[in-house]
């Protein structure tokens, strides 16, 4: 994967974050991009930066003046596309031990009656959250994403899986699409790619 | 007016988000001799927003002097944001400002229409405010810088402390959060010029409609939201009145593009700074969780924010019809509890 590295060395914010959207937003494939800054704020904004277009960040301190941010972007042109143009083939071989990822793609369980349909949810997340293990991931997307708002009756139980370190991760274009981007208060709002890559590493998938 | 400088270009930090830390500020005047004076009704150890002074039964003083560097490029409207910040802290003890005094800082950038738009800007906001500019000072600097010092009048049985808050009481905020944030972005060229038009015409409006509307009703704290940011304001109050803030998240105003842009990493110093200051004495209530993007908002440094008032909840909705004439965007924000564990419960 290719590498590119921003040297923000001396700037302040908000230069570091810019330096480094425009770097992801000069891509045309996926890589890693490799930002040096020497103060903490900027560390914590370029993690913000990151988590916003749902890509992996690590971070490195090299002392107390000296930090190295590493965000893998995953598909082209950063936060511009939220689509599958850049995604990896996938490869299904989904019958060694893998991961256990929780599908949620609607706020209701099964067809019939959608009353009903949201008490099952309801129980079926809080049983999720009992599960020993817990599973490793949840995606939530559609109708899956109304679950992760605070007024949802399924909140609390998310909240306590996410706390437990299960990571959940909620389909950006779909909170977009129900106006719900800056109430979903759990998990990590992510894309296309992030989605199909947890689903693609699952050893197990389980859908209400 | 064109001009071919930017200002914000001339600047290190914007507005409010340059002020100095609280704890840094204790630290520095720590020890110094101090006379007492019964008449001073609000000194510096209140942690208020001015100093009040009692001069006989009718009449306190109020003192207060607040400048920063250019937070916009326009000069015109820079002058205005600046001298309606400075006043702010009179309106927010509940008083009138009367007179002021001009204080400037000029770089060798600036030509001197430049310098002129900024003092413009000034004069009118003291006129709006029924106020007299009647002096002032410049110097020369590496930075510009202005602001005013101000003299305002208040009766002294109706100071308004940000330290009076009483269980029962509701909380009004009367202009939207975010501009520290949304101001950060336009320096990077990534905000809305729209947008950012209503910003800079919030930042220079006068907290005068909010106060005018406020010393109508039986307030028990005001304060102005500036640069310790909503968190840091609530937290002063809270703990000075003795009294648990309960901010209801969802109701607080809040420019929207301030959400999205601090979701991508556009966040000033003085945001992380507040949190430092604030997040210990804060607490979600059970169940509840926050977007990272709102909590940023919530420790955002504000430039002539708007006030925070709490009052007897039975009045909170006749206050806030009556607000809302002078300052559409006021909203009730919270309630305030017995003290509990922490000063601030975020819901």
Same mark, same amino acid.
Request: net charge positive; aromatic share 10%.
């Given at each position: 994967m290719e590498k590119i590295v921003v040297d923000a060395m001396g700037k302040a914010c908000p230069a570091p974050v810019i330096m480094t959207k425009k770097a992801i937003d000069g891509l045309s494939e996926a890589a890693v991009v490799e930002t040096h800054v020497d103060n903490a704020i900027a560390v914590e904004n370029l993690k913000r930066l990151a988590s916003g277009i749902g890509a992996e960040v690590e971070t490195e301190a090299d002392g107390e003046s000296h930090y190295v941010v590493r965000i893998k972007?995953?598909?082209?042109?950063?936060a511009a596309s939220d689509?599958?143009?850049? %995604?990896?083939?996938?490869?299904?071989d989904a019958c060694g031990p893998g991961k256990t990822v929780l599908?949620?793609? %609607?706020d209701v369980m099964g067809a019939g009656n959608d009353e009903l349909g949201k008490a099952?949810?309801?129980?079926?997340?809080? %049983?999720?959250?009992?599960l020993d293990p817990l599973p490793d991931a949840v995606v939530c997307y559609n109708g899956g994403v109304r679950l992760t708002i605070p007024e949802a009756d399924t909140f609390a139980d998310l909240k306590a899986m996410e706390e437990a370190g299960v990571r959940i991760i909620v389909c950006g274009t779909c909170a977009n699409f129900y106006g719900l981007t800056e109430k979903v208060a759990v998990g990590t709002i992510s894309n296309m790619y992030d989605i199909l890559q947890t689903l693609n590493e699952a050893g197990r998938i389980i859908r209400p | 007016m064109e001009t071919n400088i930017r200002l914000t270009k001339l600047a290190d930090c914007a507005g409010c988000g340059a002020k100095v830390g609280a704890g840094t500020l204790a630290t /520095? /005047?720590?020890?110094?001799?101090?006379?007492? @004076? @019964?008449?001073?009704l609000v000194g510096y150890e209140r942690s208020d927003d001015a100093a009040v002074y009692k001069i006989n039964e009718e009449t306190a003083v109020i003192e207060t002097t607040d400048f920063f560097p250019p937070i916009v490029d326009d000069p015109f409207l820079y002058g205005q944001i600046a001298a309606a910040n400075a006043m702010s802290d009179v309106y927010a003890m509940g008083g009138e400002p009367k007179l002021a005094l001009n204080i400037m800082c000029t770089s060798k950038e600036m030509p001197s229409e430049t310098v002129r738009e900024i003092l413009r800007g000034g004069y009118d906001k003291a006129y709006e405010a029924d106020a007299v500019i009647c002096g002032g000072h410049t110097i020369k600097g590496a930075e510009p810088l202005y602001g005013l010092a101000v003299t305002g009048f208040v009766h002294p049985d109706r100071v308004l402390l940000n330290s009076g808050a009483r269980p029962g009481d509701v909380l009004i905020l009367t202009k939207k959060l975010g501009v520290g944030i949304l101001t950060t972005a336009a320096k990077a060229d990534l905000a809305d010029p729209a947008v950012m038009t209503a910003v800079y015409r919030q930042m220079a409006t006068l907290n005068k409609g +909010?106060?005018?509307? +406020?010393?109508?009703?039986?307030?028990? +704290?005001?304060? @102005?939201?500036?640069?310790?940011? /909503?968190?840091g304001h609530s937290c002063e109050m809270a703990q000075g009145s003795g009294v648990t803030i309960h901010l209801q998240t969802d109701r607080i105003p809040y420019y929207k593009e301030a959400f999205d842009a601090a979701a991508m990493g556009l966040v000033p110093e003085g945001a992380y700074r507040n949190r430092a200051f604030a997040e210990p004495h804060a607490a979600y209530a059970p169940g509840r969780g926050i977007p990272l993007a709102l909590e940023d908002i919530l420790y955002d440094p504000q430039t002539s924010g708007g006030l925070l008032i709490a009052l007897p909840e039975r009045e909170g909705e006749e206050a806030l019809r009556r607000m809302k004439a002078a300052v559409p965007d006021a909203e009730i924000i919270g309630y305030v509890t017995e003290a509990e564990e922490k000063a601030i419960i975020l819901e």
């Open positions: 972007t995953g598909y082209a042109n950063g689509t599958l143009v850049k %995604a990896p083939v996938l490869q299904f599908q949620l793609s %609607a099952l949810m309801k129980a079926f997340v809080y %049983a999720a959250s009992q | /520095l /005047l720590e020890g110094f001799r101090t006379r007492q @004076d @019964d008449r001073l +909010a106060r005018d509307a +406020a010393v109508q009703f039986p307030v028990n +704290a005001c304060t @102005d939201v500036t640069g310790f940011s /909503l968190m």
